[in-house]
């Protein structure tokens, strides 16, 4: 007889969960439903997908983090572990943290050796397979089933409000009525179980909160999507790659239902599949120098192949909008998993001197906001503009806030002249920069009959657009180029402080950290885990390149700065000293805090790598100086 | 560049068209190719052919990738935007504009390089695709602007100035053309001029795809004894098989030619293509047959020309996808912004 438990070892809306399965069993929409029950219950929750590049087959794995507190970036270890994939137990018995539970089905062979495997952890067999050969005859319903059997006994166990997963049953088989009742069968199934023969809960709880408020659970391409159809995006073209896919596919479903004349039927946005990326940005291109608001969707390698456009279109003037959903790496496998790794490719992106505009969405509710913005930056400053989003923000559900429009907004088209404006002008000089901003007045095809055509080519033309090759004129070019530059920091969005270390020490602090993009659902716990050692970090979220002058300013003010990010080379780190440099960014005060193994950062990954740093300073200057001759 | 007040005095010998413009109208800048190139005669065609169309000389998009005739569209409608993109990838910058505002002529200019070589892809993929434009590609056999390099579109055996033969079979870009589903095919010769601004003429007011290869001798690099696409060369061994002409609604078109049978295609705005057969055994209509005739008769080293193939009431991207009439370019917030009800419910289904 266990020892029963106590009742303030009970924890609530505080675990991490691991569902193993196996590729294209069904599993991914009973995991699915599993966090959606826990958000309804009002309890902040993120699932993770971490998934091969395969179809059917090979592993995958569903970690659901809850946590009453909002903490939702990833965290190491599993409290409860669902092992249903045979050729990956060892490695999830592993996985769970001592005292951990893990979930299995008792009827197969393996469940011994599991057994033996560890006696630090609690056994949890539920005879799955079995429970199901004598309720269901179909064999491939019998397989389906399997993942709501154990989605009853894991509601049974965790105190899952049953009501609420049967709810989510009803929704989801809205229309395909006949499956409701097995759905519900199979949950029994699974809840009576645990009931009748599994005994007491488990340590870990699920009560009902009020912690979710009006928030929403969504992703970050789907997000992206509906941003790009308020934003008034009309064309978009793309090639199917993961992890941007979802992201076309979003905006085709919304711009159906959202962008259907009602009379004709007819609908007020083309999305084409192009042959490759190359093409993809070429028709955005093209739509953005005639008019339309466009873009395209795509992830490391589909920017590596629009270098060339990308280059083309920074010098020709012409607005773009190019989501980069970035994963790890070239080929496949990897590629599956996250990274932040084309920082320095996109703001780059191209020959010839180039520096591209670039937004770094952290939630969905940002990349709803940055992608509807995204538009206007482009069309104001006649530039592409690049929001790097990734894997763990496009492809997993987040808790958001929920999405906001101003019903006052009116899209920034820029300086496009109409036929009116042209006929009350004496002269049109489309690279002149007349307002001092750097940006000069665009004409589209066919707006007027003789005032206003002229000839776009990427250099050798001067600020009326003839053609030439004189060094004066193109440099003279280059230099307005610049100036534009600074004129998006201006308009980019300001990068987000947070001097709560200041604010703690009464004084001003000298060490910060800055960071990015996805990394915000680690960072604000792994800045409390500091602060519980003593270590009081202001943060600077960066939110866009070019860099404003708070970013300039945050740098200034603090001796020590930890730049979180992941990939393996620091790249917004370079950039900073690379952008910054003649504003004082030295490389010595900016230390990188690294993670890049494909699987989203860790509050704890942070937290060890900045103590140790310290820690490691204070030995240092605690070491007594041993003078060297030479 | 300063609008300067177009002279009042027209020279008499200029005819005005159905809009009141004439020829000049239609023209663009002063050309810096090679002095006899025969891309400026195909540039020539075009002013013709949209001069005697009639057409509002700033209603085109004129598009193409990088080579000599890549330069070209800055030669004629200089009353229209023009993009000189990027090396093989016009058709892509083609598509998007033409999304963007449907109601514009699309006319995309490439190079033999720039739509058999590093293009051919995109080439292939916008014939598909069904771009409602005329793509016209100056094919002189060669990388006019890199000096004289062999292109796919080189006859094997041909040869190179310094007089070394092309070891590679040749990518004919019409049979290609064909082959994916164009409607409408022709091959012409920048030499012919009557029969250049017919198909020109046709291919602009063709509902959906058009295409024409012209062969446009490069007197620097491929224009010798021993070159298949020479001035001499095709003088001797062009073989027109259809001409073509447009002739608007309800105009009855005075026809210059001797004899041959003719055949009235009816187009969707209630225009017609008048198609002259020369050679009884040839038929338009007829894909396979084409592709077929176009193989035989290459293999006596003759180059057939004309209107090839011709298609007429076919969907085009606009259709296929479903567009809307008005130009996505003009399209404003009330029209794209699905607004704040559907947002409500866009959240609420996050919930
Ligand atoms: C990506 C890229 N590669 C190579 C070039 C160099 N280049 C310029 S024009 C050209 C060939 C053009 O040949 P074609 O399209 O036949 O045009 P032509 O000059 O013969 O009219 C090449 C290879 C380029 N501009 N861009
Ligand atoms: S090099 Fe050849 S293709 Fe280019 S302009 Fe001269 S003649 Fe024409
Ligand atoms: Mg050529």
Redesign the interface.
């Given at each position: 007889m266990k020892p029963a438990i106590k009742p303030k070892d009970i924890i609530y809306n505080d675990f991490v969960i691991r569902f193993a399965n196996v590729n294209g069993s069904g599993s991914a929409s009973a995991n699915g439903m599993f966090a959606h029950a826990i958000?309804?219950m009002g309890v902040p929750v993120t699932g993770r997908n971490i998934f091969p590049s395969n179809i059917q087959g090979l592993p995958t794995w569903f970690e659901v983090r809850v946590n009453e507190r909002g903490h939702l970036g990833r965290r190491d270890g599993a409290d409860i572990v669902v092992a249903m994939n045979a050729e990956t137990y060892v490695q999830d018995v592993d996985a769970l943290l001592p005292g951990g539970y893990l979930v299995f089905d008792s009827s197969k062979p393996m469940a011994r050796t599991l057994r033996a495997r560890r006696s630090d952890i609690h056994h949890i067999g539920i005879p799955i397979a079995n429970l199901l050969v004598h309720e269901f005859a179909d064999a491939k319903q019998r397989a389906l089933f399997k993942n709501i059997v154990y989605l009853g006994a894991l509601a049974e166990l965790l105190e899952i409000d049953m009501d609420v997963l049967k709810h989510m049953v009803d929704d989801q088989y809205r229309g395909k009525d006949a499956l409701i009742a097995p759905n519900y069968h199979a949950l029994d199934i699974g809840s009576g179980y645990a009931r009748d023969y599994l005994g007491e809960h488990l340590r870990f709880r699920v009560r009902p909160s009020d912690q979710v408020g009006n928030r929403?659970?969504?992703d970050g391409n789907t997000s992206a999507a509906?941003g790009a159809?308020?934003g008034?995006?009309?064309?978009c073209?793309w090639y199917p790659i993961t992890p941007s896919t979802s992201m076309a596919e979003a905006f085709e479903k919304?711009a159906a239902q959202?962008?259907k004349?009602p009379d004709?039927?007819?609908?007020?946005?083309?999305?084409?599949q192009?042959?490759?990326e190359?093409?993809?940005?070429?028709?955005?291109?093209?739509?953005?120098?005639?008019?339309?608001?466009?873009f395209t969707c795509t992830s490391g390698p589909g920017v590596s192949l629009m270098n060339?456009?990308l280059g083309?279109a920074y010098f020709?003037e012409i607005p773009a909008v190019l989501f980069d959903i970035q994963r790890a790496g070239p080929s496949t496998g990897m590629p599956t998993r996250t990274q932040q790794s084309d920082i320095l490719l996109s703001v780059y992106a191209s020959h010839g001197d180039t520096k591209q505009i670039v937004l770094l969405p952290s939630s969905p509710k940002e990349c709803f906001d940055f992608a509807a913005d995204a538009f206007d930056l482009a069309d104001r400053l006649q530039t592409p503009v690049l929001v790097l989003s990734d894997l763990d923000l496009g492809m997993n559900d987040h808790l958001s806030e929920?999405?906001?429009?101003d019903?006052e907004?009116?899209?920034d088209r820029g300086k496009v002249l109409s036929a009116d404006d042209l006929d009350r002008?004496?002269?049109?000089?489309r690279y002149l920069d007349v307002d001092g901003d750097g940006i000069g007045y665009r004409?589209?095809?066919?707006?007027?009959?003789?005032?206003g055509?002229?000839?776009?080519?990427?250099t050798s033309r001067d600020e009326?657009?003839?053609?030439t090759e004189a060094p004066e004129a193109y440099i003279r070019n280059m230099e307005r180029l610049l100036v534009k530059w600074d004129t998006a920091k201006t308009l980019v969005p300001k990068a987000e402080i947070d001097q709560r270390g200041t604010d703690a020490n009464a004084n001003a602090n000298d060490m910060g950290v800055i960071y990015y993009g996805s990394t915000e659902a680690a960072m604000g716990e792994a800045l409390e885990l500091l602060s519980e050692r003593g270590i009081q970090l202001d943060a600077m979220r960066i939110r866009a390149v070019p860099f404003g002058d708070e970013v300039v300013r945050f740098i200034a003010a603090h001796e020590t700065l930890f730049v979180v990010e992941q990939n393996r080379d620091g790249q917004m780190r370079q950039l900073l000293i690379a952008e910054l440099g003649e504003h004082g960014v030295a490389s010595q005060s900016l230390h990188s805090i690294l993670y890049y193994g494909g699987l989203a950062i860790s509050a704890g990954e942070i937290y060890e790598q900045i103590l140790s740093w310290i820690e490691e300073q204070m030995r240092e200057r605690m070491r007594p100086r041993v003078l060297k001759f030479s | 560049?300063?609008?300067v007040a177009?002279p009042t005095a027209r020279h008499p010998s200029l005819k005005i068209n159905e809009i009141g413009l004439t020829r000049r109208d239609y023209e663009g800048?002063v050309s810096t190719l090679c002095a006899g190139c025969g891309h400026d005669s195909v540039s020539a065609a075009i002013v013709s052919a949209c001069a005697e169309l009639g057409l509002?000389?700033?209603?085109?998009?004129k598009?193409s990738g990088i080579g000599c005739s890549s330069k070209t569209?800055?030669y004629f409608l200089?009353?229209?935007?023009?993009?000189?993109?990027?090396h093989g990838?016009m058709?892509?910058?083609?598509?998007?504009?033409?999304?963007?505002?449907k109601?514009?002529y699309c006319l995309g200019i490439s190079g033999d390089g720039d739509s058999a070589s590093i293009g051919f892809?995109?080439f292939?993929?916008i014939v598909r695709?069904r771009i409602n434009m005329l793509y016209i590609v100056d094919n002189n056999g060669t990388y006019g602007l890199t000096k004289g390099q062999f292109s796919a579109t080189n006859d094997l055996g041909s040869t190179s100035k310094r007089g070394v033969p092309n070891l590679y079979e040749p990518i004919d870009l019409v049979s290609m053309a064909m082959q994916i589903g164009a409607t409408f095919v022709a091959r012409s010769f920048s030499g012919d001029k009557r029969q250049l601004v017919g198909l020109i003429k046709a291919g602009l007011m063709h509902r959906g795809f058009s295409f024409i290869d012209v062969i446009s001798p490069c007197v620097a690099f491929n224009n010798h004894n021993g070159s298949t696409k020479s001035f001499a060369h095709m003088r001797n061994m062009q073989r027109e098989v259809v001409s073509a002409d447009y002739v608007a609604p309800q105009v009855e078109m005075q026809i210059d030619y001797a004899a041959g049978e003719t055949e009235d295609v009816t187009m969707p705005d209630g225009a017609h293509l008048r198609l002259r057969k020369l050679h009884s055994d040839y038929d338009p209509h007829d894909r396979l047959h084409a592709i077929n005739y176009l193989g035989e008769r290459g293999r006596e080293g003759e180059v057939v020309t004309g209107l090839l193939y011709v298609k007429s009431d076919t969907e085009n991207?606009h259709d296929i996808?479903?567009?809307?009439?008005?130009p996505?370019?003009?399209?404003?917030?009330e029209?794209?912004?699905?607004?704040?009800d559907?947002?409500e419910s866009?959240?609420q289904s996050?919930?």
């Open positions: 958000f309804r929403i659970i969504v509906l159809l308020y008034g995006a009309s064309v073209a919304y959202h962008r004349d004709s039927g007819q609908i007020k946005a083309a999305v084409v192009a042959e490759d190359l093409s993809a940005i070429g028709m955005v291109i093209g739509a953005g120098w005639n008019g339309a608001r466009a060339e456009f083309l020709a929920p999405f906001e429009w019903a907004r009116r899209y002008m004496d002269q049109f000089s004409t589209l095809p066919g707006a007027h009959p003789d005032k055509a002229f000839f776009t080519r990427g009326h657009a003839a053609y | 560049m300063t609008f177009k800048s509002p000389p700033h209603k085109f998009l598009i569209p800055n200089g009353h229209s935007h023009g993009f000189n993109s990027v990838r058709p892509s910058v083609a598509t998007g504009a033409s999304l963007a505002n109601e514009l892809g995109q292939a993929h695709r991207t996808l479903n567009l809307v009439d008005t996505l370019n003009s399209l404003d917030e029209d794209l912004c699905p607004g704040l559907a947002l866009i959240n996050f919930r």
